[in-house]
Nanobody
Framework: QVQLVESGGGLVQAGGSLRLSCAASGRTFSTYTMGWFRQAPGKEREFVAVISWSAGNTYYADSVKGRFTISRDNAKNTVYLQMNSLKPEDTAVYYC???????????????????????WGRGTQVTVSS
């Protein structure tokens, strides 16, 4: 059983920054591929960013590329999402998710999709005002 707890959300003006954190339980966190997703009201959950178990490989949605940075600290069992130059359209509940299989294209597989993730956090609200 893996528990994921997000934090760091809040209300920020357009152009501002936030740093989300996701703390994970589990002794083998360093083997998980970790992803961030978001869901705005009335919309489907969408992919934001993903990081490999080794932190050597990352991938971003086009909508956040160049503004968001995903990182992880395996010693702290935590994955982060640094969000800069925030826009009102970034407003959503942000979720982190864990893929225990550790899918990573660098090792001949692929990035995980939503069905591949085994555990999800409860989310943290990010609201960007114009």
């Amino acid at each position: 059983q893996v528990q994921l707890v997000e934090s760091g959300g809040g209300l920020v003006q357009a152009g501002g920054s936030l740093r989300l954190s996701c703390a994970a339980s589990g002794r083998t966190f360093s083997t998980y591929t970790m992803g961030w997703f978001r869901q705005a009201p009335g919309k489907e959950r969408e992919f934001v960013a993903v990081i490999s178990w080794s932190a050597g490989n990352t991938y971003y949605a086009d909508s956040v590329k160049g503004r968001f940075t995903i990182s992880r600290d395996n010693a702290k069992n935590t994955v982060y999402l640094q969000m800069n130059s925030l826009k009102p359209e970034d407003t959503a509940v942000y979720y982190c998710a864990a893929d225990l299989e550790g899918l990573d294209p660098m090792y001949g597989s692929r990035w995980p999709t939503i069905p591949d993730y085994d555990y999800w956090g409860r989310g943290t609200q990010v609201t960007v005002s114009s």
